[in-house]
């Protein structure tokens, strides 16, 4: 499904729903960003599992017995091809940023400006109870922003780091040692990340626990978006072309 | 009144099992999380760390020297035999003569010409057959306990049950002999001619006993154990201080046991010289 | 349907008759027992403790014996001075010895004389070096060798113990003396590969090679770094042709027996044969066949303790000098500038990470944390409110 078929579908739905007073529903990831997003989790996560299967020491790897060399032959062949998938799923998120409406939309709701660090400080406080209420948060919070920024950097330097050591017989050793303590420690620093910053986020915190099917379904309902991104509810509720893209219909009508 | 007291109690046990299976599988959902965050910290900052190796460090060995057993392949670095040997040199009488909590694994060690020898028959041998000689009275200042022998006979380790017969060759029993005797009710128990808790009260002690005490304190010990153990020449001839035929031997085996090329061999005065062979066999005729 | 069914029977079938087969050949005939040694040393507990504590273990198991490489051998070929019971004053077995056995090409009396002379000329013998220190912690012969069984060959084709029969049925179709034929391919077959797994291997060249103490008086790296390198994960894994201790240093077309240090111009793992060792080991064995000179004469270790105490404080250095430490000598001989400054960018590396992953995720714990109890707090809130 393209993106100009979801915007049109979703602007015959708006126009639908402005008559009744049905409640409404916001897309927070379209198709396409959420087919991506799947193909990156799905290669993330085999690639932590196959990657620090390297690790494991070797006392623990006797419970697999006389498989452990179909294992570590099929764990090489996995990691390659989910490196290759995620390679080209970033490169294809490049293009999409650049090539498509919506992601030109993205780009420019993720780039950070002076109100993010604002926005920190003013949710600091918050948090330790110095102000009352939450600040009003636009589309992305310095939240996403920061991660986003870490995955890029992390996904940049992993493939390379991986693509280096794929061809190992090119480089000089010095190169591949240096690749592979990098491969190694940002792997560390990525799955860390992702478990305590991304996963708590999206899955763990407590009025989400266990576990939000927005990356699934792409929406959330009007009381959310008012709660978490006030801001951009503002500016979309305000803004008839970004109510075109932005309401939906609810999540069962969505397929 | 009382009902909704009891209603209330019992939702509260209500609520306190839902609650805490909430939190049960909360702690199962993020357990592996956590475990997996700690091993990665781990890696990055306590690179050699082997949590196994750590474990393993703190279990119980034994005996740290003993000769890793060859036959699994896995274990051959052969730091310890050249040739491969099975795991019977591991094996040893079960439960083990009360005798090798002090003397240890191949007691024998003052004969030097027999004592590999001597030490040979602990396989199958419980120390007393020899150590408490049955009939004690005829010997001045024999212990009293040999008289209460009734019989040897095999007692298998697994079961713990006594056997005329074993099955088995060359010291290669899955049982020991043990001097057994028969109480008036007619039930055979084991010979023991040391209290075990005496053992392990003079154990305790010796350290703080001076030479004449300890001498004292282990004499009183070894009180029941013959003074003149029983000899290789003793068993090994016609009618000797074992029956063969009576622990289950063939004849033939009877016949070897008794024979010269033993008593000569044993006799630990005279030494054997082996003729140098001579090597018959011719090369390998190739066609 | 049908036809595969059949086929898995005669599969199963064929499985069948191969194992039993095998079984049947791994099972050889007891030594015969000329000498009558095994009227004493057939019974497990012939033994005792010698006065130092050592355990000596006087067992044969005649069955084994008879399927080792030696089991034609007689005792007394290699205990050469036990003519008398009880056998007092044994000397040591001394593998050079010649022995009964016929060199079948030559029909001369066997021995292993030739090795030894090659081994003592090793980096691990004692005849080398006149200088060499520390003699005892050098490896003897029985400390790798074992007096190993014979197994039926089973080669690459789907490791069929099937295929040694049908092999040695060819060979007994010429030779027909059974045994001799037996005994020569057994002997044959078991030189066509190698002896141990990678494991074994490791665990047996570490057992001196990791030991920090022994090593560094002879002024060498303990080679825990090994484990720190991809080579020894594969060797975890347990796959086939994993690159252990013997597949670098001792590669196709060199022995065990003359192994040489690497600053040696013949070693294998000497920079001017690198590229050979890694890319192409005469033609057989190829693991990084585009290999260039970069690539191979780098690092293969994990740097060790000598680039370490290269880089380590002035104090250190210092003492090691006043030591007059063999590990600080052979440290400047060897690491070159290059490695150090290597090291220390590696070294780099790793703490800039260290230090990067402590604070972030420091940073994003107690963020969450922060968030966490106040949302609960604001949950609870709104929960009086309904």
Redesign the interface.
């Known amino acids: 499904m393209s993106h100009n078929e979801i915007t049109m579908e979703q602007g015959k739905m708006s126009k639908e729903k402005e008559q009744g007073d049905t409640p409404l529903y916001f897309v927070r990831l379209n198709f396409n960003e959420r087919v991506q997003h799947m193909i990156f989790v799905v290669s993330f996560i085999v690639l932590a599992a196959t990657g620090?299967m390297?690790?494991?020491?070797?006392?623990?790897?006797d419970f697999l017995g006389g498989a452990?060399?179909t294992?570590?032959?099929v764990r090489g062949v996995l990691h390659r091809m989910a490196g290759t998938a995620m390679i080209i799923v970033s490169a294809y998120h490049f293009y999409y940023l650049i090539f498509k409406r919506a992601g030109r939309r993205w780009l420019f709701d993720m780039m950070p400006r002076p109100k993010d660090i604002k926005e920190f400080i003013h949710n600091?406080l918050?948090?330790?109870?110095v102000k009352e209420h939450p600040p009003e948060f636009d589309r992305f919070s310095y939240k996403h922003k920061m991660e986003y920024l870490a995955l890029i950097v992390g996904t940049g330097l992993m493939s390379a780091s991986g693509l280096i050591l794929w061809a190992?017989?090119?480089?000089?050793?010095?190169i591949?040692?240096?690749a592979?303590?990098?491969h190694?420690?940002?792997a560390?620093?990525a799955?860390?990340?992702v478990?305590?910053?991304h996963?708590?986020?999206v899955h763990?915190?407590?009025?989400k626990?266990?576990g939000d099917n927005m990356w699934l379904t792409g929406i959330i309902d009007e009381a959310e978006m008012k709660e978490e991104y006030p801001l951009h509810y503002k500016r979309i509720m305000s803004d008839p072309k970004l109510r075109k893209i932005y309401l939906t219909k609810g999540p069962k009508q969505d397929e | 009144m009382n009902k909704e007291k009891k209603a209330s109690i019992f939702t509260r046990a209500f609520r306190m099992i839902k609650k805490s299976g909430l939190f049960l599988i909360?702690v199962i959902?993020?357990l592996p999380?956590f475990v997996?965050?700690l091993w990665?910290?781990g890696?990055?900052y306590f690179p050699g760390f082997?949590?196994?190796?750590s474990i393993?460090l703190l279990r119980y060995r034994p005996e740290p020297q003993v000769l890793p057993v060859v036959i699994p392949k896995k274990e051959a670095v052969p730091r310890d035999h050249f040739h491969m040997i099975d795991a019977y040199v591991e094996k040893s009488a079960k439960p083990p003569p009360i005798c090798v909590m002090c003397h240890g694994r191949y007691a024998h060690d003052k004969e030097k010409k027999v004592r590999a020898l001597l030490n040979m028959h602990e396989g199958f041998i419980s120390c007393s057959v020899c150590h408490v000689r049955k009939g004690g009275e005829n010997i001045p200042d024999g212990p009293r306990l040999g008289n209460e022998i009734s019989a040897f006979l095999w007692r298998v380790w697994a079961t713990g049950e006594f056997k005329k017969a074993v099955e088995g060759e060359y010291g290669k029993y899955p049982a020991t002999i043990f001097p057994v005797k028969v109480n008036e009710q007619g039930i055979r128990q084991i010979l023991t001619p040391i209290s075990e808790s005496a053992a392990r009260r003079f154990l305790e002690i010796s350290p703080e006993l001076n030479t004449e005490q300890f001498d004292a304190a282990r004499a009183k010990l070894h009180e029941g154990i013959s003074k003149e153990p029983v000899s290789c020449n003793d068993c090994h001839k016609k009618d000797g201080y074992l029956d063969f035929i009576q622990l289950g031997f063939s004849r033939q085996r009877v016949d070897h046991l008794i024979s010269n090329e033993f008593v000569g061999m044993i006799n630990k005065d005279k030494t054997i010289h082996l003729p140098s062979v001579i090597d018959f066999r011719e090369a390998p005729q190739t066609e | 349907m049908k036809l595969s069914l059949y086929f898995k029977l005669a599969v199963v079938a064929f499985i069948a008759v191969c194992s039993g087969a095998g079984a049947g050949f791994a099972q050889s005939e007891a030594a015969p027992d000329e000498e009558n040694c095994l009227i004493c040393h057939r019974y497990p507990n012939l033994g005792r403790y010698d006065e130092d504590g050592t355990r000596r273990i006087y067992y044969i198991n005649d069955v084994l014996f008879g399927n080792s490489v030696h089991g034609e051998a007689r005792c007394k070929g290699c205990h050469t001075d036990l003519d008398k019971i009880p056998h007092d004053e044994v000397k040591k077995v001394d593998c050079a010895t010649q022995c009964h056995i016929k060199e079948p090409s030559s029909n001369l009396d066997f021995s292993h004389k030739n090795m030894v002379k090659k081994y003592d000329n090793s980096v691990h013998g004692q005849a080398a070096d006149e200088k060499k220190k520390f003699p005892e912690d050098l490896p003897t012969c029985t400390y790798c060798h074992e007096n190993r069984s014979y197994n039926p060959y089973e080669g690459a084709w789907g490791k069929s113990a099937a295929l040694a029969l049908e092999t040695l049925a060819r060979c007994q179709a010429c030779h027909t003396e059974k045994a001799w034929t037996e005994e020569i391919y057994a002997h044959f077959t078991h030189r066509m590969r190698r002896q141990r797994e990678q494991?074994e291997i490791i665990r047996l060249c570490t057992s001196c090679h990791e030991n920090e103490e022994k090593m560094t008086r002879h002024g060498l790296e303990a080679v825990s770094t090994f484990k720190d390198t991809?080579h020894w994960?594969?060797v975890?894994?347990?796959?086939?042709n994993a690159p252990d201790c013997i597949s670098c240093h001792v590669p196709v077309g060199y022995t065990t027996h003359e192994i040489q240090p690497r600053t040696d111009p013949v070693s294998p793992t000497n920079k001017r044969n690198r590229v050979k060792t890694c890319?192409n080991q005469g033609g057989v064995q190829e693991c990084?066949?585009?290999?260039?000179a970069?690539?191979?004469?780098?690092?293969?270790h994990a740097y060790g303790s000598k680039v370490q105490l290269l880089t380590a404080r002035e104090a250190v250095i210092a003492e090691a000098e006043a030591e007059d430490s063999v590990m600080l000598i052979r440290a400047r001989e060897e690491v070159s500038d290059e490695e150090i400054f290597?090291y220390k960018?590696?070294s780099l590396?790793?703490l800039v990470?260290q230090v990067?992953?402590g604070s972030?995720?420091g940073f994003?714990?107690l963020h969450?944390l922060?968030?966490?109890?106040?949302?609960?707090k604001k949950?609870k809130t709104e929960g009086t409110h309904h």
């Open positions: 620090f390297v690790w494991i020491p070797e006392t623990t790897l452990k060399e294992v570590f032959t600091m918050y948090y330790i109870e190992e017989s090119f480089w000089d050793k010095f591949i040692d240096i592979a303590l990098i190694g420690m940002e560390v620093l799955c860390l990340a478990m305590v910053w996963m708590y986020e763990l915190r407590p009025h626990f266990p | 909360k959902y993020l999380f997996f965050g990665l910290l890696l990055v082997d949590l196994n190796a393993s | 494991d991809f994960t594969m975890k894994y347990g796959v086939e890319s990084h066949p585009g290999a260039t970069d690539f191979a004469e780098g690092r293969v290597h960018i590696l590396i790793r990470y990067l992953i972030v995720i994003m714990v969450q922060l968030d966490f109890r106040r949302i609960r949950m």
